[in-house]
């Protein structure tokens, strides 16, 4: 059982919860349910919502749970009251994993300053052309004119694990197309963004984000086990 608990653009907390099982021989995949936690979102809620949705289903599911994976949230691997923590105190023999893609956004932060900073610098541009209507609409006008393959620029969200590698791509691709925004409106960015070493550093994380979203993709899907995505990861 995979499960996660996410906050919709309503700000109401859903709780997603995935399923793999076996049937017959073959390995299946389901989506269970969604559900909204309508209140806190600690850990017994969460055990909770769980156990009543199961009751409805007549299913033993800890009896029958072999297997759970989370993100690294307090409330689903605290030491206390994680929801792991509390599977595990009524079904002992579960083994709990963490996130492959959770941990791939974790080890992201370690880059060193020097990185750190070119990617705060591409962060900041994006938001000073997309926050503002008028510099959108002016940037994809430009775009426009010049053919440039791609109109708009991605946000970069802090917590979807794609976003970097997609906003730093694109970012690359419409260098000149920005410089020439920056200049007009005589954004302190320009000169920065026209540097070679910034250059040099926005490229090489573009590459670097990109090879890692390729094999983040290419160790999903229903009918990966864990012997490709381990044979996928050694030869990355």
Request: hydrophobic content about 45%; glycine content about 2%; aromatic content about 10%.
């Amino acid at each position: 059982m995979q499960l996660d608990e996410t906050t919709d653009i309503s700000n109401y907390s859903q709780l997603l919860v995935f399923v793999r099982y076996v049937s017959l021989d073959t390995i299946k995949e389901e989506f269970l349910f969604c559900e909204s936690l309508l209140q806190t979102t600690k850990a017994v809620d969460v055990l909770a919502m769980l156990n009543v949705f199961f009751t409805k289903q007549d299913f033993g599911w800890k009896e029958k749970l072999h297997s759970l994976r989370t993100d690294g949230a307090p409330v689903m691997l605290g030491n206390k009251s994680g929801f792991a923590l509390l599977v595990k105190k009524k079904s002992p023999n579960v083994l709990v994993t963490h996130c492959f893609l959770h941990k791939h956004a974790l080890a992201t932060k370690t880059l060193p300053t020097s990185l750190k900073e070119a990617l705060s610098k591409v962060i900041k541009t994006v938001n000073f052309i997309r926050r503002r209507a008028l510099n959108h609409r002016l940037f994809k006008t430009l775009c426009q004119e010049m053919d440039a393959e791609h109109e708009v620029l991605l946000y970069h969200t802090e917590l979807r694990w794609l976003s970097r590698g997609q906003v730093l791509k694109q970012f690359f691709m419409l260098k000149i197309e920005l410089s020439l925004v920056l200049e007009e409106k005589d954004n302190s960015f320009f000169e920065y963004l026209n540097k070679k070493d910034f250059t040099y550093k926005l490229a090489y994380l573009a590459d670097n984000f990109n090879h890692m979203n390729n094999i983040s993709l290419l160790i999903q899907g229903p009918d990966i086990t864990i012997m490709d995505a381990t044979e996928k990861l050694q030869a990355f």
